[in-house]
């Protein structure tokens, strides 16, 4: 398959919208509870971007350097493998230079340092990303206010914005779209929410499209995820 082809094929692009010359600004979640997928997510949300020949900075609170690249080198090579992608090592090469990682320590992230640190980035010519993913950020212990200021960081720089949030099974509070706690009461900045669910399927984890206010997704879509590989899928078989 060529790098055209597995761009056009993406189902990551249900989530993302459609290639274009900008990535929309846009606020968007990814839910579930542990070990579900939510880091897979999110990397396969950024490598689109990459693959679409885009500079993209991946947050990772709580995660070594070492073992977020390792994300990224794993579903790559998954996705290279899976769709027998030409010349996989020169676009490997070249889509990774256009990654920045940073990471930081649970208990020293805040929203002051996040836009120090891309504002020295991108006032040094660094880079200059059209999509910014957040692994880790600690929604139950966040206030409304320090979201709300994100959002306006991420409208400012036309930036699209994923975050991971962690859910659990006791925790039973929604917000009206179906948003599950702890980010039920901040659903509103939020203009896509996907929540990752086991599925009926055994070999499946289903990632329902709980709320879309881009009208990107058409109806209730459900797209799936392969437990094993952490691929996302149209189906799974």
């Not at 991946?58 to 493998?81: C, N």
């Not at 880790?136 to 914005?161: H, I, K």
């Not at 925790?171 to 509103?188: F, I, N, Y």
């Amino acid at each position: 398959m060529l790098k055209k082809e597995l761009i056009e094929k993406n189902p990551i692009r249900q989530l993302k919208g459609e290639s274009g010359e900008k990535e929309a600004s846009r606020f968007g979640l990814v839910m579930a509870r542990a070990g579900l997928g939510k880091t897979a997510i999110l990397v396969q949300i950024a490598l689109d971007s990459l693959l679409n020949d885009r500079q993209i900075v991946h947050v990772s609170i709580g995660q070594s350097l070492d073992k977020t690249k390792l994300w990224y080198e794993d579903m790559f090579k998954d996705i290279a493998e899976g769709c027998k992608l030409e010349n996989a090592a020169e676009i490997h090469d070249a889509i990774m230079r256009n990654r920045m990682i940073i990471t930081f320590n649970e208990s020293k992230f805040n929203r002051a340092k996040l836009e120090e640190r891309l504002a020295d980035l991108v006032q040094q010519h660094v880079i200059e990303p059209s999509c910014m993913v957040v692994d880790g950020f600690d929604f139950a212990a966040t206030d409304r206010s320090v979201l709300e200021g994100m959002r306006e960081m991420a409208a400012s720089m036309g930036l699209q914005v994923w975050f991971s949030a962690l859910s659990h099974r006791e925790d039973e509070r929604l917000s009206k779209d179906g948003v599950p706690a702890p980010c039920h009461e901040v659903a509103d900045l939020f203009d896509t929410v996907v929540l990752l669910q086991p599925s009926a399927q055994k070999n499946c984890i289903d990632l329902n499209i709980v709320k879309d206010a881009t009208g990107i997704s058409k109806g209730n879509t459900v797209l799936k995820l392969d437990p094993i590989t952490f691929m996302v899928r149209a189906d799974c078989v």
